[in-house]
């Protein structure tokens, strides 16, 4: 069955830090894609990357890094030299060719302290 | 700014009241979610809709039903309200029915008192 699992619920950094937020997914379809939406303290969510199974090129869009490993199952997210604005509920998901419906992980909370 | 425009911002009614939350989509996307969050829990899928047609049901009450309307715009309608339905309920578009990125709206957050 289709799963995400975000395994920490909460991460806590001292500002500078790097940071991974991992993400597993399962699925059986061939083809599939992959994201991240960041959920800030003011509630807005906002998407930040999708990825195509297809595609297993890393991909970095300035501080944030993506990681995707077919054979993890993993699609790990990393902050570089973190920022008390990255402070943010992050989540991944996971959409199927074969079915309509996102599946969500139940987010890490991520917390930068200054 | 994603595009998605949601009314009300905020509401705030009592228990067995009705309410109709509005999603307006981003320009030119077909499908329209709907989603619940309760404080500090995540993502409650409740439905999809696709150019106007039922795609997708997740975790919707009976008491909850939606459309989406010609031009696109959805409605999601929560009836006989209870305290429990209290949360932030979230539209989102993208621009086909599966595969493609979601653009969140700001969200409306309901207390039912």
């Known amino acids: 069955a289709q799963k995400v699992t975000q395994a920490q619920t909460e991460i806590s950094v001292v500002e500078k830090e790097d940071v991974t937020l991992d993400c597993v997914y399962e699925t059986r379809d061939t083809t599939y894609y992959l994201f991240w939406y960041k959920q800030p303290p003011s509630g807005e969510l906002v998407f930040l990357i999708r990825?195509?199974?297809?595609d297993e090129q890393n991909e970095i869009s300035g501080r944030y890094s993506w990681n995707f490993q077919k054979s993890t199952s993993s699609f790990n997210f990393t902050i570089t030299a973190s920022q008390v604005v990255d402070s943010a509920v992050y989540f991944c998901?996971?959409?199927?060719?074969?079915?309509?419906?996102?599946?969500w992980g139940a987010g890490t909370k991520l917390i930068i302290k200054p | 700014d994603s595009g998605v425009t949601q009314t009300p911002k905020h509401l705030i009614t009592a228990t067995g009241q009705r309410v109709t939350l509005r999603c307006s989509p981003r320009s030119g996307d077909l499908s329209v979610y709907w989603y619940q969050q309760s404080l500090d829990q995540g993502l409650q899928f409740l439905i999809q809709y696709y150019n106007g047609e039922e795609r997708a049901k997740g975790n919707i009450l009976e008491r909850f039903s939606a459309q989406q309307f010609p031009d696109l715009h959805s409605e999601l309608n929560l009836s006989s309200l209870e305290l429990g339905d209290s949360a932030l309920y979230f539209c989102a578009s993208s621009v086909m029915d599966r595969g493609y990125e979601q653009y969140f709206g700001p969200g409306t957050r309901l207390t039912v008192t």
């Open positions: 990825r195509n199974s297809f």
């Open positions: 998901a996971l959409s199927e060719n074969s079915n309509y419906q996102l599946i």
